[in-house]
Each structure stands twice: as structure tokens, then as C-alpha cells.
């Protein structure tokens, strides 16, 4: 509960500094950007990236230790996860804030075979992140930025040992904060490399299809909690850091 006061804080001081940072259309970043003029002075820009994240699965981890301890699993513990990121930006004219909307496309797997046939483990979702940046440095080719905000994150997940089988989901409210810079060798196109933290974990995953009881589980009904053997739900997660490399195209 503490991070999330913290990073509502976090969150709400970005917003005052979007709104309050001296409004001068002759900034270095909004020259830079080219702005036209539109919604006063301001200026748009898209793009797309690919980032890895250190979700730490404990959940699905502890089935992979019960399938390793009961069927000798090949399958490995979950690790990197990949995530697919687009983005919108409206840049303010002051050159030194700008909001973001952020949705991301969420993966990570892993897979084996153990002495009851294949194992198969998959989580897919995604989130959707507002967020505040403040630009404190910046000139002609590269931009130094902060960033915050509040969002929404869903997992689905599909687990299969031998016959057994089990497909859930979960979702959770978190929030996300980080670091990073922008390069711009012209001022239209340029190249993001950020480092996130998101807090986003997911307590509870509903089973909306099963079949018998996967290694490590003990409920496995639809439309009922995933729980482990000792009958305690099964959490995933969206937390963990992430390293980001995206391309942005300024219009």
C-alpha cells in the first residue's frame, strides 16, 4: 500500500509540472519537435518498441517445481518476459512536458516434457498505461526524461501437464515509473531507450477452462480461484523492471 501512495504522489507531481513549467514556445524541445501551433504550440508524435521485463512468476514457478518433482519436467522456470509497446505522446509547447498513452502487448512462456507427456506453460495480456513525463534536459539531439503513472494490466494464462489442463486469467490496477532518453539525429525521426519499474501483481486468477488437476495444483473448476496444494490462490504478475528500445516518428 506504501508504493502506491508513493507513486500517486509521484503520479500527481508530474501532472502539476505538465501544467505549471513555464509555457515558452521557443524551448529547445519544441523547437526541436517541430511544433505547428496545434492545441497551443504543442506537438504529436507515435511510435513502437520492444521491451523485456523481469516478471518474477512465483506462481507458476512453484507448479513448474511441483511437475519437476512429480514427473521429472524439462520445462525451466519462467524467466524474461517480452513485451510489445506502442505509444502516443502530445508534447507541450513549454518543451519541457509531455503525457503519453501507453499500451503494451505482455508474453512469456516456457515448455518441457515430463514422464505423463508435454508440459506447456503461457501467459499472454496486456496493459494500458497513461503517462506523465517531465523533461528537464534537453537540446537538438537528445532529450533526458522522467515518468509516471497509473494503469491497467490483464493475464491470461494456460497451463498444460500430460491430460491436465487449465486456463485462467487475472487483471490488477498498478503503477509505473522510469527513466530514459531520447536521440534524434533528425528532428522527425528518433530512437527511445528507457528503464522502467511497473508494481502490478495479480492475486487472484479465475480458471475458465480445466481438466484434471496440473502438477502443483489442487483446484483446478471453472469459473472458481486457481489454488496450489496448499489451497492458497495462485498469483501472477506485471511487476518487475523493464529495459525498452522504441522508435518514435514527431509530426
Sequence with gaps: ?????????????????????????????????????????????????????????????????????????????????????????????????????RPTIFTQSSSGSGSDGSHDYTLDGYTVFPLARIIPLSNDFIDFYIQGGLGYGKLNGTVKTGASRSEFSGSAFGVQAGLGAEFCFVPEHCFNLEGNYRYMPIERNVVSSGTGTPHGTSQNTANKELEDLNGNDIATTLSGISGLISYTFNF
Design 1 to 101: 500500500m506504501k508504493k502506491l501512495n508513493f507513486s500517486s504522489t509521484f503520479l500527481l507531481l508530474l501532472l502539476v509540472a505538465c501544467f505549471t513549467l513555464p509555457d515558452s514556445a521557443v524551448a529547445a524541445g519544441a523547437k526541436k519537435r517541430g511544433a505547428k501551433g496545434i492545441f497551443g504550440g504543442g506537438a504529436f508524435s507515435v511510435g513502437l518498441g520492444l521491451a523485456l521485463s523481469t516478471a518474477d512468476q512465483t506462481g507458476m514457478n512453484t507448479m513448474i517445481d511441483a511437475a519437476k518433482s512429480a514427473a521429472s519436467s524439462s520445462a525451466s522456470k519462467m524467466g524474461t518476459a517480452t513485451e510489445y509497446v506502442g505509444y502516443l505522446t502530445y508534447r507541450f509547447a513549454n518543451g519541457y512536458s509531455a503525457i503519453q498513452l
